[in-house]
């Protein structure tokens, strides 16, 4: 969807929870601010002390599954929907689905078709979306893209890992095992390097 204020706001990765991003990831480096932050919302990159619960939960969920980064990216890429932090005057983050109407297709028309050309440049077969806004805008993003190719992608949903979402709070691990299960999609994940 967007970037969660604790995680790729801060460092720029899609669910960035930093724990996951600096230990697991291996990723390092120094994230300099924006010209203009928000006061309640300052960047701290990759010292960010706080959690990213939906990060921690998907790169713990994804590392519990594939052991190493390199047998996950062997087959796999994260890309987030719309890279866009958006905030009310408070600090609290604004999901694209919450913008008003004609601020959201104009930004909906531009994610769009940055998603196509990356569905486009890593030649995917299987498109997991992460959330129902995420496949319907996949599933959209396909439809009209008027190429041929497009209609042989697969796309599958699984549960989003948010904590808004009630259902992700009781047992998401599980859920989504069982979702990438019945896709056929866990044996992409399982596979040696």
């Given at each position: ?10 460092n720029g990765v899609p669910f960035g ?14 994230v300099h601010p924006p010209t203009h ?48 932090a958006f905030m009310t005057k408070t ?103």
């Open positions: 969807m967007n970037p969660g204020p604790n995680g790729m706001a801060q929870d930093t724990r996951y991003v600096r230990e697991w990831l291996k990723i390092s480096g120094e932050e928000h006061p309640k919302r300052p960047i701290q990159g990759l010292e960010c002390p706080r959690s990213e619960v939906s990060g921690s939960r998907f790169w713990g969920f994804i590392a519990k599954l594939c052991g190493t980064p390199e047998r996950f990216f062997q087959n796999c890429f994260v890309h987030n929907y719309c890279p866009l600090g609290k983050n604004i999901i694209p689905a919450a913008l008003p109407a004609v601020d959201r297709r104009s930004l909906e028309a531009i994610c769009d078709s940055a998603l196509l050309q990356c569905v486009r440049v890593l030649r995917a077969q299987i498109v997991v979306a992460v959330g129902k806004y995420a496949a319907d805008r996949v599933t959209h993003v396909l439809r009209v893209s008027g190429d041929e190719s497009s209609a042989s992608i697969r796309v599958e949903r699984i549960l989003h890992p948010s904590p808004a979402s009630p259902q992700a709070n009781t047992g998401w691990e599980e859920i989504v095992t069982q979702q990438l299960r019945n896709s056929g999609v866990l044996q992409h994940l399982q596979q040696p390097c």
